[in-house]
């Protein structure tokens, strides 16, 4: 399934690793409530190479990309198979400053 997005926020999740820090990215899709509260949801992406995306995204960076939809299987502790759906942008333009986090990763409560 092809992914049109304008204006969409990249939120980032830094992680830290056996070696090193690494970067998870999320995109999100927002619903009203009845009661005039948004609920989120949030998808990962993965960026690539042909995006010519910064090696580190800004919280919170705004973007216009088209891409597609696919899933990332990966083996939990457990041994279980866990089929996640993901976003793969293929061509983006970034907007704004991305040396300069949007929004601080403390004040945005990411699920992923």
Do not use: L
Request: glycine share 6%; charged share 25%.
């Amino acid at each position: 399934m092809d992914v049109f997005a304008k204006n969409a926020k990249i939120w980032r999740k830094d992680i830290e690793g056996r070696n090193g820090t690494f970067h998870k990215y999320s995109v999100s899709v927002s619903k009203k409530n009845e009661d005039g509260k948004y609920v989120n949801a949030y998808i990962p992406v993965v960026f690539s190479k042909r995006a010519n995306a910064p090696e580190v995204i800004s919280n919170g960076t705004e973007c216009d990309f088209t891409g597609f939809m696919s899933v990332e299987y990966y083996t939990d502790k457990e041994g279980r198979t866990v089929t996640t759906p993901q976003v793969v942008i293929m061509e983006a333009t970034f907007y704004g400053d991305n040396n300069t986090d949007n929004f601080a990763a403390a004040e945005v409560d990411i699920p992923f």
